[in-house]
């Protein structure tokens, strides 16, 4: 795994120089997180595809500024995939990032062949206490989220890199980006995503709970489904293995599809 950086955005990669004939997963974290979250699916996966992850403006050790729009996050992402000339690229986001991720299968369809969405929803409201708590006691937020965010079954030891990385962000940036997710509704438009998009829910996300999954699934087309348990919200932290799986199964029977488009 690489290091990199871009247009004063950080990111990590699988492999590098990209290989023009592999589709490209980018992956896209959550509010007030950073890369870390998809470091071992950026490694397990590499060599199906390419494998990004990205640090969004303002996040882990990106330059700029957080955005406070889902809007300006989609085209940000999208500045980023053009500066790196990823071919074929399929956006993998979690929470914040799958609000992103639907953001650009609606509006630039023909720019990608499928997508990833992993505990998030169509529409992200947030509860106003969350805004109070980061406001005021920043450090009582980040022990409230990283708690509310796995399962209670899932090692403590999994959850210090995300941990660290909330706490990392500045209170401002992790405000902006909550009331990017609070103003997010893409539940009118999702029949419009045509490509074929992965749901990836997990059985203990309190934070965005199976039925957001089941909505997305109802909605979108193409959709397919993998339902995880003994897991919450951060389950790519908290099963690693079993999320890389399901991307991989995801990949192996769209093969054809995506190297078309790669």
């Known amino acids: 795994m690489e290091r990199r950086e871009t247009q004063g955005l950080g990111f990590v990669t699988g492999k590098w120089p990209l290989d ?14 950073a890369y870390g979250i998809w470091e071992s699916q950026v490694e397990s996966l ?4 390419n494998t990004v992850a990205l640090n ?26 053009d500066a790196i000339g990823a ?7 979690i929470s914040m990032g ?8 609606v509006d630039y369809p023909q720019r990608f062949p499928a ?8 529409k992200l409201k947030v509860m106003p206490a969350i805004f109070e708590t980061i406001e005021n006691d920043y450090s009582g937020f980040v022990a409230m989220i990283v708690k509310a965010a796995a399962s209670a079954q899932t090692d403590p030891e999994r959850l210090k890199s995300f941990r660290e990385e909330i706490a990392g962000c ?25 490509v074929p998009v992965l749901i990836i829910t997990a059985e203990d996300d309190k934070l965005t709970p199976p039925k957001y999954g089941d909505f997305l699934a109802k909605e979108i087309k193409n959709a397919s489904r993998a339902h ?20 991989r199964e995801f990949l192996e029977r769209w093969r054809s599809h995506f190297r078309k488009r790669a």
């Open 20 to 33: 023009p004939d592999q589709p490209t997963i980018v992956f896209i974290h959550g509010a007030g997180g």
């Open 46 to 49: 590499s060599e199906l595809v």
């Open 56 to 81: 969004l403006p303002g996040h882990g050790n990106s330059g700029g500024t957080g955005k406070r729009t889902i809007t300006e996050y989609a085209q940000a992402v999208i500045e980023f995939i």
């Open 87 to 93: 071919p074929a690229p399929i956006p993998c986001g």
């Open 98 to 105: 799958g609000a992103i991720t639907q953001q650009l299968l």
């Open 115 to 122: 997508g990833i969405l992993i505990s998030t929803g169509a």
């Open 170 to 194: 500045r209170p401002e940036i992790t405000f902006g980006d909550f009331e990017a997710c609070h103003r997010f509704d893409e539940t009118q438009r999702l029949s419009q995503i045509k």
């Open 228 to 247: 995880l348990k003994q897991a919450g919200h951060i389950v790519p932290l908290e099963k690693p293995d079993e999320v890389s799986q399901a991307i």
